[in-house]
């Protein structure tokens, strides 16, 4: 029995048509949409975290925090606070136009398109859909191939609970057919290989477009911090999800005295999240794919091969997709683990000598989606906020921003542009239309029209500020 997949073309037509109709500029459709995206998870929480298990070797209880648990609450505030963020917002007019009045409308752009990843295959794809539905969109989905299970759990799901809302699978080739079509907005999670394809393709309907495209991270320790505290927070955040976090650190930059100091710490609280073999471990995950697995042995020894040392490690098994969680330290800037994103659970520690040499080493490369810094020292924490450029700034803490819905998320530079959570979702997919009302009488701009008499040049002039 063969089964035919959708024609992309006729999925995006149907979905304008959709938009046209004006069903979708209503509140109370909003709020549908959203309460059918929550029940959508609620009904099916059991089943979509099977599916991240078989795909990602997640524990039910790591899928349900870092991506159902933290969609519910994206859910939740978005809808407490629509009605507020969709108000016509009022705006001031200059003496020489009044009597006027002028306000900013927010109006839905059309069909939104969101190309999600692998490595968090639920949020990623459904982050972008619930700011896409509360700014009033249809949206296309297209789940990553390389997670199958959580895809076509999707894939029949979504159809059940959103019908405004269509789900297209498949491999690199039904993402290209999807970029021939156009849409009104397309948010892409990704490699930046990949996301320079999104904006050639979008650039031929002057598509605007939301990148999230990762970068290496890094995390500046000093001793000011408490560093026990400090390895157990970088620990954690490096190996949730077996490191396949965009947000994740990275990478430590720390002066020589503490790097060498962190090494038995981070060991120790390895151990204590994941026990003395973490492949025994039902809370420690596997890596996506073989491919994936032998890319992250290779920057191991290869990156031994170039001087740097193994703190914790082990046996990798690539057939089994598991690569231990690994601590590096004397690795230098130049070594091969420092050349690319890690995005796995190895950690390299990077002797530096100073806060001024972490900073010119994180200036010296791409901006990162996250800094981290673990000090007590107001004036350091100041200086890496001030000094580097980064999507975000964490302070004692990794991750967390990027599950805030208060805040905006969005990369800079290389590691990507635009930003959605919260507020910043609605206004990423909605247009902020300005409208003036000034009425016909009495007719104020008689004095800016032709012919222009003296006294209405002299008039004019004034009126402008001259």
């Known amino acids: 029995m063969t089964t035919t997949r959708p024609d992309p ?20 459709w909003r709020l549908d949409q959203l309460d059918r995206l929550a029940g959508l998870l609620t009904d099916n929480a059991r089943e979509l975290e099977a599916a991240l298990a078989c795909d990602l070797g997640s524990s039910p209880t790591e899928g349900y925090l870092t991506e159902i648990g933290v969609l519910l609450e994206e859910i939740r505030y978005t809808r407490r606070h629509l ?25 839905p752009l059309g069909v939104v398109l969101v190309i999600a990843p692998w490595n968090y295959p639920v949020l990623l794809l459904l982050s972008p859909l619930v700011g896409a539905l509360a700014a009033g969109n249809t949206a296309v989905l297209k789940p990553s191939e390389l997670a199958p299970a959580t895809a076509a759990a999707l894939e029949r799901l979504v159809p059940l609970y959103l019908p405004g809302v269509a789900v297209v699978t498949g491999g690199a080739e039904r993402t290209t057919e999807l970029l021939r079509e156009r849409f009104d907005h397309i948010v892409y999670t990704g490699g930046s290989r990949v996301g320079r394809i999104v904006m050639e393709a979008a650039a031929r309907h002057l598509t605007p477009v939301t990148l999230e495209l990762g970068g290496k991270s890094p995390a500046w320790v000093d001793s000011t911090t408490d560093l026990a505290a400090a390895a157990r927070r970088i620990a954690w955040g490096k190996l949730v999800n077996a490191g396949q976090t965009c947000v994740a650190p990275d990478h430590v930059l720390a002066p020589p005295d503490v790097a060498r100091d962190l090494e038995p710490l981070l060991a120790r609280e390895i151990t204590r999240m994941y026990g003395p073999d973490p492949s025994r471990s039902p809370d420690f995950g596997r890596i996506v794919s073989r491919e994936h697995a032998a890319r992250l042995v290779r920057l191991v020894e290869e990156s031994v091969a170039h001087g740097a040392r193994v703190v914790v490690g082990g046996e990798a098994d690539v057939a089994a997709r598991f690569v231990p969680p690994t601590v590096l330290a004397d690795v230098a800037p130049s070594s091969p683990v420092m050349a690319e994103e890690v995005f796995g659970p190895v950690l390299p520690i990077v002797p530096v000598a100073d806060l001024d040499a972490a900073i010119d080493l994180v200036r010296g490369g791409e901006k990162p989606l996250a800094l981290y810094a673990f000090t007590t020292d107001e004036h350091a924490q100041q200086r890496l906020v001030a000094e580097t450029s980064s999507g975000a700034v964490g302070i004692d803490v990794p991750l967390v921003h990027a599950s805030m819905p208060t805040l905006p998320f969005g990369g800079v530079g290389g590691s990507g542009f635009g930003a959605y959570h919260g507020e910043a979702s609605v206004r990423t997919f909605s247009h902020a239309k300005p409208v003036v009302h000034k009425r016909l009488s009495p007719d104020t701009l008689a004095a800016i029209r032709p012919p222009f008499t003296p006294a209405r040049r002299f008039l004019a002039r004034r009126l402008l500020g001259r």
Do not use: D, K, M, N
């Open 83 to 107: 009605r507020t963020w969709l108000a016509p917002r009022r705006v001031h007019v200059p003496w020489q136009y009044r009597p006027a009045r002028a306000s900013i409308v927010l109006e």
């Open 9 to 28: 073309h006729a999925v995006v037509q149907a979905l304008r048509v959709h938009v046209a109709s004006g069903a979708t500029r209503s509140l109370s």
